[in-house]
Nanobody, 122 residues
Framework: QLQASGGGLVQAGGSLRLSCAASGRTFSSQGMGWFRQAPGKEREFVAAISWSGGSTYYADSVKGRFTISRDNAKNTMYLQMNVLKSEDTAVYYC?????????????????WGQGTLVTVSS
């Protein structure tokens, strides 16, 4: 199972760090990623990381502001979010994919956390 945490209310320009902790099993051999869903919109890809952490990929909308990382020893993935904008407001979901490499499509993921709400006030 995956447990996302770290969301909250922050002013535009601020920072948050999300965590995604795995329990019950290890995901160290799987790629992982973050998606988000804003009110009234479909879930969209944010960032992904390979099983080793050696490769990362970002949506254009967050590139240069967000950093995805993982600590396999702690069975935890992170998303450092800087220079937050009002359009980043969404529920953020972490997932573990079926593959070891980068995965950007929703259908590539078969384990999901419950989501954590990020609200950015302008």
């Amino acid at each position: 199972q995956l447990q996302a945490s770290g969301g909250g209310l922050v002013q535009a320009g601020g920072s948050l760090r999300l965590s995604c902790a795995a329990s019950g099993r290890t995901f160290s051999s799987q790629g992982m990623g973050w998606f988000r869903q804003a009110p009234g919109k479909e879930r969209e890809f944010v960032a992904a990381i390979s099983w080793s952490g050696g490769s990362t990929y970002y949506a254009d909308s967050v590139k240069g502001r967000f950093t995805i990382s993982r600590d396999n020893a702690k069975n935890t993935m992170y998303l450092q979010m800087n220079v937050l904008k009002s359009e980043d407001t969404a529920v953020y979901y972490c997932g573990a994919s079926k593959y070891r490499v980068i995965a950007t499509m929703y259908s590539s993921y078969d384990y999901w956390g419950q989501g954590t709400l990020v609200t950015v006030s302008s």
